[in-house]
């Protein structure tokens, strides 16, 4: 619909143009999914979005720290879909679990992904700091 028209119905229908707001930016009318804890992973080998020992060892590093699996939503992104990923979520903190990612956001912490710390018991103790500093965010 262009202006002029615009403008013609809602002076017939006796609407002042002011009380009519167009919405320019459309992320305003898509509803986003709460929920405390988002874990982003880029790309694995082995995906903790299926059934198994990534999972089950993502839910353990999580609930060291208190978080409950229902309190928890992970998902698996293209790094260039990043953004748009996390437009579509409402999460108290972000875990991005890559090395090759960085933090954008005071709520968004980075560590290494389940699949790698189970790989490499060097990474246990990096990747614990991290979660601390996660569960202190969450207080």
Known sequence: MNASLRSHYLEVFGIPEFLHIQVKNQDLNVSKINTQCLAIETNPVHSFCKIG???????????????????????????????????????????????DLKSSSYKHFVTHHPSEVLTNEQLKRETWEVLKRVKQYLK
Do not use: C, P
């Open 53 to 99: 020992k990534t999972q089950d060892f993502l839910f353990k590093m999580l609930g060291a720290i208190g978080l409950e699996k229902s309190n928890i939503r992970y998902v698996s992104a293209n790094i260039n879909d990043l953004n748009q990923m996390l437009k579509q979520y409402n999460a108290k903190i972000v875990l991005l679990m890559s090395s």
